[in-house]
Every structure is written in C-alpha cells, then in structure tokens.
C-alpha cells in the first residue's frame, strides 16, 4: 500500500514540475492544454477579475468573473463561461461543419472575425489590437 502511495506522489512531483502527461492514464497533453497551462501560469489579472475552473483537470472550460470596483457598473459581477468547442453539439452549425470538414479554414475564419471583416455574408467588428 505505501508503494502505491509512493508512485501516486512521484506520478504529482513529475506533472507538478512541467511533464505533459496529465490524467490518471497517463495520457499526453493536447497542444491547446499545453498552450492555456502556460498561459495560465503568465496570467496577472487586475483585481476585479477572477478566473474558476469547474473541474482542475479541464483548463479549457471555465468561467472569468468581472467585479467593476468604479464607474457606472461598480458593484456589479458579471460572469462570462468558456468552453472547449464541441462539434458534436454546436450553437452555430455552420462554424462547426466547418470545423469538422477544414480545421484551417475554421481557424482562418476565427482569426477574420477578431480582426474585423466579413465570414461569409456576416461582417465583424474588431476586437483585437
């Protein structure tokens, strides 16, 4: 039994020290976990915003929290969710045919859309930099 818990502990100190295995079974990292881990890690949020993840082995969903401590908003709490895309089961099946039949088209798509421009018939505005 104290051998279990042994490996048990030396399986946490390697994924505590940068492994990408993550999981019980051992499985490898995808690169988005990869990528939001390291993020996650650089992240310096001003104080009127929190981040929660549901469940700490899922970095991909979770929810940011903005509590404005001046102006109009000030006392409010507004909760944004964030999720892994799931084809499976999407809100715009467009975007998700998409994403099933030609990744780099999805991504090119997504990467349009932030800049500002049209996908398809439906114009975006900015939101990057």
Do not use: W
């Not at 690169?31 to 970095?59: M, S, W, Y």
């Not at 499976?88 to 421009?117: I, M, Y």
């Amino acid at each position: 039994m104290i051998k279990l818990f042994s490996l048990k502990q030396q399986k946490k100190d390697e994924e505590s020290a940068g492994g990408n295995r993550t999981g019980a079974g051992g499985k490898k990292a995808s690169a988005a976990q990869l990528r939001i881990q390291k993020d996650i890690n650089e992240l310096n949020l001003p104080k009127t915003c929190e981040i929660n993840f549901p469940d700490d082995d899922d970095l991909l969903n979770f929810r940011l929290i903005i509590s404005p401590d001046e102006g109009f908003y000030k006392g409010g709490k507004f909760v944004f969710s964030f999720k892994e895309p799931n084809p499976e089961d999407p809100l715009n099946k467009e975007a998700a045919e998409v994403l099933q039949t030609n990744r780099r088209l999805f991504e090119q798509n997504v990467h349009r859309s932030l800049r500002g421009g049209y996908v398809g018939s439906i114009y975006f505005e900015r939101c990057l930099k």
